[in-house]
């Protein structure tokens, strides 16, 4: 199994823009073959100490697949060519996990 932490830094103001979009795409992937687990998530305060500031110009996109090449069709799959358009003027920045569990 494979593991990815999709950190999405968006420009001031875009959140709920983005994540419309996103709400909309969510389904397509989760179809994919090799998906098990794939949707968006934001900071929220609680009040831990060791919890940075909340971030509210970012999305994390919390996802897991079967194997590395499903991850890798999932990359180039007509959805997300199709997606990529539609949010470019939001994202300033996407950073990515890709994480392997330890046994």
């Known amino acids: 199994m494979i593991h990815v932490i999709a950190t999405i830094e968006l420009n001031?103001?875009?959140r709920?823009?983005?994540l419309a979009e996103f709400r909309k795409l969510v389904?397509?992937?989760r179809?994919?073959?090799g998906c098990i687990e794939y949707g968006p998530a934001i900071d929220v305060h609680c009040g831990a100490?060791?919890?940075p500031p909340v971030r509210e110009?970012?999305?994390v996109v919390v996802e897991k697949w079967a194997d590395l090449a499903a991850l890798d069709a999932h990359s180039k799959a007509p959805h997300m060519d199709a997606y990529r358009p539609k949010v470019k003027d939001f994202v300033k920045t996407v950073t990515l996990h890709v994480l392997k569990p330890v046994d």
């Open 49 to 51: 100490a060791a919890q």
């Open 31 to 33: 179809a994919e073959a």
């Open 27 to 29: 389904p397509q992937v």
């Open 12 to 14: 001031p103001g875009t």
């Open 16 to 18: 709920e823009l983005f």
């Open 57 to 59: 110009n970012v999305v």
